[in-house]
């Protein structure tokens, strides 16, 4: 718009547009490679600043320099515009210096996007007379723009007036006129000139008005219109160049000063520290690596310490967090009493099994002592929870240790005597262990000290036993290495050994007094006395006129021979008889002739045999058996050990000494023949020998004698007990 202004203030008076009397033929070429008007068109310019292209059916030729000859080109008839001419020659004559650039121009960088060509060579083409506008609109001339492409040469003249050509998909005109073929000199002077109109103001109003696809009847008029948009569109592409160099920050130099003056706004900007990174040499590629390798080095080294000291504020937080709360709790007691620990040593995970945060603490340096004495030889300590891994270690007063291992294996220890000890237990806490509980892990440690005095029990097995049977007393495991005791009217071989403790057997004579009887038993320094009830037996008796009729052999209480009285005086092994029993000596059926306690008496009167009292009779303290056939098989009634086997002569025989254990032996008189011999151990059930025509049976405890059918036939309860 401002260019129409000021070329209407050029003119002195508004000229008519002329009439051209025929159309010349369009251009083969695209509208988007013809440069519109700014006013007439809203295609916008080409970036190269040509106006005209070669049609695309026509391949490009290469331009053909211009000579100072001047050519006259064909033209259709066309009346005469002396009114175009009149303007154009009122162009003043003092806007003729600002047209003309300087001599030397800076070259102006090409934008990305926008190529130029060669600068055209601009050669002085002599004007007719009638048109010195043409000289003046062609003689500025313009520096040469790198990287400017070459223009295309301008299209054939067209054909003579009648023949149109056909217009084609490339190219269609605009409003249905095809653009003028613009004449070699408005060629070069589009690629000529650069100054902008508003530097140069020499187009007129005429011009500015007229479109640029439109074909003027007069040759100046047309020349000068082209010349003007020509310079229109090189300035429009040089701004364009300007804005995007600037845009980019990319250009190396200034773009060069305009021919006329120029606004401020498109003055360049000059940046003093672009020119000193200019001026400063290029880094070398080993010089660019090292700088960022040093620079990844550096941030990397950052990103580590921003880790660590975001690391090491978690874990300041988790290690305030590993309170003691955190710590388990073991709870230990030893016979019923709960015990407190002396020491711990714990480790709280903080960060996994890496970092832990320790608890320690002696609670007490000497042991704790213990109010309660230990009553039970065998006592329980008891761990909760019980997956910890335990060590107990006990000594006795003299600093030796009597016990060593785990809390488990202690269930099973006895101990062997009363006394103080010291005992050290500590509890482990593994890693696997302690999955279930935070993975804490350490050690926790009691000490005490504690004194076992043991009180033995002591049981009476048999409160009530009857005359020629069997007392049994037990007393429970002692402390010390010494069997217990017993004192009392009755006679006893003492305590042996037994399954839990000790065990004593009383022998009750035939003739034992009836009621109760105190025995009193001590073990281990403790005294219990006991009462024992002996109740009478039923005893049958015979009365004989002549002693020829009494019972033979008869062996009494006082009768053994001394090679049998010396062995009931000797200890007595250990329990034979606990498995099996005892069983009868003979396997077929006998007579007892003579039965234990049975009392025969020769010429008693019959007041006496009424009242069974009288003096002279004799009471049997063993059992005389007659079997039902002469010499029948006998065997061993209980297991045990031959003390005795050989022929003792006159009444006795063949005699037999077995030992049954605890002082209990079997005696048999009158065998024709042996099967065993003095030192064998003899199972219940093995042939013991041959027996005559009666064999005298007794069975002892020490020196008592006790009925042995009761024995055989288990109804002695005493003996019952092991």
Same mark, same amino acid.
């Given at each position: 718009?401002?260019?129409?202004?000021?070329?209407?203030?050029?003119?002195?008076?508004?000229?008519?547009?002329?009439?051209?009397?025929?159309?010349?033929?369009?251009?083969?070429?695209?509208?988007?490679?013809?440069?519109?008007?700014?006013?007439?068109?809203?295609?916008?310019?080409?970036?190269?600043?040509?106006?005209?292209?070669?049609?695309?059916?026509?391949? @490009?030729?290469?331009?053909?320099?211009?000579?100072?000859? #001047?050519?006259?080109?064909?033209?259709?008839?066309?009346?005469?515009?002396?009114?175009?001419?009149?303007?154009?020659?009122?162009?003043?004559?003092? *806007? #003729?210096?600002?047209?003309?650039?300087?001599?030397?121009?800076?070259?102006?960088?090409?934008?990305?996007?926008?190529?130029?060509?060669?600068?055209?060579?601009?050669?002085?083409? !002599?004007?007719?007379? *009638?048109?010195? $506008?043409?000289?003046?609109?062609?003689?500025?001339?313009?520096?040469?723009?790198?990287?400017?492409?070459?223009?295309?040469?301008?299209?054939?003249?067209?054909?003579?007036?009648?023949?149109?050509?056909?217009?084609?998909?490339?190219?269609?005109?605009?409003?249905?006129?095809?653009?003028?073929?613009?004449?070699?000199?408005? $060629?070069?002077?589009? #690629?000529?000139?650069?100054?902008?109109?508003?530097?140069?103001?020499?187009?007129?109003?005429?011009?500015?008005?007229?479109?640029?696809?439109?074909?003027?009847?007069?040759?100046?008029?047309?020349?000068?219109?082209?010349?003007?948009?020509?310079?229109?569109?090189?300035?429009?592409?040089?701004?364009?160049?300007?804005? %995007?160099?600037?845009?980019?920050?990319?250009?190396?130099?200034?773009?060069?000063?305009?021919?006329?003056?120029?606004? $401020?706004?498109?003055?360049?900007?000059?940046?003093? $520290?672009?020119?000193?990174?200019?001026?400063?040499?290029?880094?070398?590629?080993?010089?660019?690596?090292?700088?960022?390798?040093?620079?990844?080095?550096?941030?990397?080294? /950052?990103?580590?310490?921003?880790?660590?000291? %975001?690391?090491? =504020?978690?874990?300041?937080?988790?290690?305030?967090?590993?309170?003691?709360?955190? /710590?388990?709790?073991?709870?230990?007691?030893?016979?019923?009493? *709960?015990?407190?620990?002396?020491?711990?040593?714990?480790?709280?995970?903080?960060?996994?099994?890496?970092?832990?945060?320790?608890?320690?603490?002696?609670?007490?340096?000497?042991?704790?002592?213990?109010?309660?004495?230990?009553?039970?030889?065998?006592?329980?300590?008891?761990?909760?929870?019980?997956?910890?891994?335990?060590?107990?270690?006990?000594?006795?007063?003299?600093?030796?240790?009597?016990?060593?291992?785990?809390?488990?294996?202690?269930?099973?220890?006895?101990?062997?005597?009363?006394?103080?000890?010291?005992?050290?237990?500590?509890?482990?806490?593994?890693?696997?262990?302690?999955?279930?509980?935070?993975?804490?892990?350490?050690?926790?440690?009691?000490?005490?000290?504690?004194?076992?005095?043991?009180?033995?029990?002591?049981?009476?097995?048999?409160?009530?036993?009857?005359?020629?049977?069997?007392?049994?007393?037990?007393?429970?495991?002692?402390?010390?290495?010494?069997?217990?005791?017993?004192?009392?009217?009755?006679?006893? #071989?003492?305590?042996?050994?037994?399954?839990?403790?000790?065990?004593?057997?009383?022998? %009750?004579?035939?003739?034992?007094?009836?009621?109760?009887?105190?025995?009193?038993?001590?073990?281990?320094?403790?005294?219990?006395?006991?009462? /024992?009830?002996?109740?009478?037996?039923?005893?049958?008796?015979?009365?004989?006129?002549? @002693?020829?009729?009494?019972?033979?052999?008869?062996? =009494?209480?006082?009768?053994?021979?001394?090679?049998?009285?010396?062995?009931?005086?000797?200890?007595?092994?250990?329990?034979?008889?606990?498995?099996?029993?005892?069983?009868?000596?003979?396997?077929?059926?006998?007579?007892?002739?003579?039965?234990?306690?049975?009392?025969?008496?020769?010429?008693?009167?019959?007041?006496?045999?009424?009242?069974?009292?009288?003096? =002279?009779?004799?009471?049997?303290?063993?059992?005389?058996?007659?079997?039902?056939?002469?010499?029948?098989?006998?065997?061993? !009634?209980?297991?045990?050990?031959?003390?005795?086997?050989?022929?003792?002569?006159?009444?006795?025989?063949?005699?037999?000494?077995?030992?049954?254990?605890?002082?209990?032996?079997?005696?048999?008189?009158?065998?024709?023949?042996?099967?065993?011999?003095?030192?064998?151990?003899?199972?219940?059930?093995?042939?013991?020998?041959?027996?005559?025509?009666?064999?005298?049976? *007794? /069975?002892?405890?020490?020196?008592?004698?006790?009925?042995?059918?009761?024995?055989?036939?288990?109804?002695?309860?005493?003996?019952?007990?092991?």
């Amino acid at each position: 718009m401002e260019e129409d202004k000021k070329s209407t203030a050029v003119q002195p008076e508004e000229a008519p547009k002329p009439k051209p009397r025929r159309r010349k033929a369009a251009s083969p070429q695209s509208a988007a490679d013809t440069p519109p008007s700014p006013t007439d068109s809203a295609e916008p310019p080409a970036a190269d600043g040509q106006t005209t292209k070669k049609p695309a059916a026509s391949p @490009k030729k290469p331009r053909a320099k211009k000579t100072t000859k #001047t050519t006259k080109t064909t033209k259709t008839a066309k009346p005469k515009t002396p009114k175009a001419a009149k303007t154009a020659k009122k162009a003043p004559a003092d *806007e #003729t210096p600002e047209r003309k650039a300087p001599a030397q121009e800076s070259p102006v960088p090409a934008a990305p996007g926008f190529e130029t060509g060669p600068e055209p060579k601009s050669e002085s083409k !002599p004007e007719p007379p *009638e048109t010195p $506008a043409r000289e003046d609109a062609a003689a500025p001339t313009v520096p040469d723009v790198p990287s400017t492409p070459e223009l295309p040469e301008p299209a054939e003249r067209a054909e003579p007036a009648g023949t149109e050509p056909k217009p084609t998909a490339d190219a269609p005109a605009a409003d249905d006129t095809p653009a003028a073929e613009a004449p070699p000199e408005a $060629a070069a002077a589009d #690629t000529a000139v650069t100054d902008t109109p508003e530097q140069t103001g020499d187009v007129s109003a005429e011009d500015a008005a007229e479109p640029s696809g439109l074909v003027f009847s007069d040759d100046l008029a047309n020349d000068k219109a082209l010349a003007a948009e020509a310079a229109r569109m090189a300035n429009i592409s040089r701004t364009a160049q300007l804005s %995007i160099a600037q845009i980019m920050a990319g250009l190396e130099e200034d773009p060069a000063p305009s021919a006329g003056p120029a606004p $401020a706004s498109e003055a360049p900007q000059h940046d003093s $520290a672009a020119d000193d990174e200019d001026d400063e040499p290029q880094d070398t590629i080993p010089q660019a690596l090292g700088r960022g390798v040093f620079g990844m080095f550096k941030w990397l080294l /950052l990103v580590v310490l921003f880790v660590l000291i %975001i690391a090491g =504020g978690g874990v300041a937080w988790l290690y305030r967090s590993a309170t003691p709360d955190m /710590l388990p709790e073991v709870k230990v007691t030893f016979d019923g009493q *709960e015990l407190a620990p002396t020491a711990y040593k714990w480790h709280v995970p903080v960060v996994g099994s890496f970092f832990r945060r320790t608890y320690a603490e002696t609670l007490n340096s000497s042991p704790v002592v213990l109010e309660d004495a230990i009553s039970d030889a065998s006592p329980d300590i008891i761990v909760t929870p019980s997956d910890y891994s335990t060590q107990l270690t006990i000594t006795d007063a003299d600093k030796e240790t009597v016990y060593e291992g785990s809390v488990t294996g202690f269930r099973s220890y006895l101990f062997a005597e009363n006394g103080t000890f010291d005992a050290k237990l500590v509890v482990t806490a593994s890693d696997s262990a302690a999955e279930d509980r935070s993975s804490v892990t350490g050690t926790e440690t009691w000490q005490f000290r504690f004194t076992v005095s043991i009180k033995p029990s002591v049981t009476l097995c048999t409160p009530t036993v009857q005359q020629g049977s069997v007392a049994a007393v037990r007393v429970g495991s002692t402390m010390s290495r010494t069997e217990p005791t017993l004192t009392g009217p009755l006679e006893s #071989t003492g305590f042996v050994r037994a399954a839990n403790g000790w065990i004593c057997y009383l022998p %009750i004579p035939w003739n034992a007094e009836i009621g109760n009887t105190e025995l009193t038993v001590t073990a281990d320094g403790y005294t219990e006395t006991l009462t /024992l009830s002996v109740r009478a037996a039923s005893y049958s008796y015979k009365d004989y006129s002549t @002693k020829s009729q009494l019972t033979s052999p008869y062996i =009494g209480a006082d009768d053994a021979p001394d090679a049998v009285r010396r062995l009931l005086t000797t200890d007595g092994g250990e329990i034979q008889w606990a498995v099996g029993g005892f069983v009868q000596p003979f396997l077929d059926s006998f007579d007892t002739p003579l039965l234990y306690g049975m009392t025969e008496y020769v010429g008693r009167s019959y007041s006496e045999r009424s009242t069974n009292y009288g003096y =002279g009779g004799r009471t049997s303290t063993n059992v005389v058996i007659k079997p039902k056939k002469s010499k029948d098989s006998m065997i061993v !009634p209980a297991s045990g050990h031959v003390l005795l086997a050989e022929d003792l002569g006159g009444s006795y025989g063949y005699t037999v000494v077995i030992d049954h254990g605890a002082g209990l032996r079997s005696i048999f008189y009158g065998l024709t023949a042996l099967d065993v011999e003095a030192g064998d151990d003899v199972k219940q059930g093995q042939l013991l020998g041959t027996s005559g025509r009666t064999v005298v049976a *007794e /069975l002892r405890i020490g020196t008592v004698p006790i009925n042995p059918l009761l024995v055989w036939r288990g109804q002695c309860d005493g003996l019952k007990y092991y």
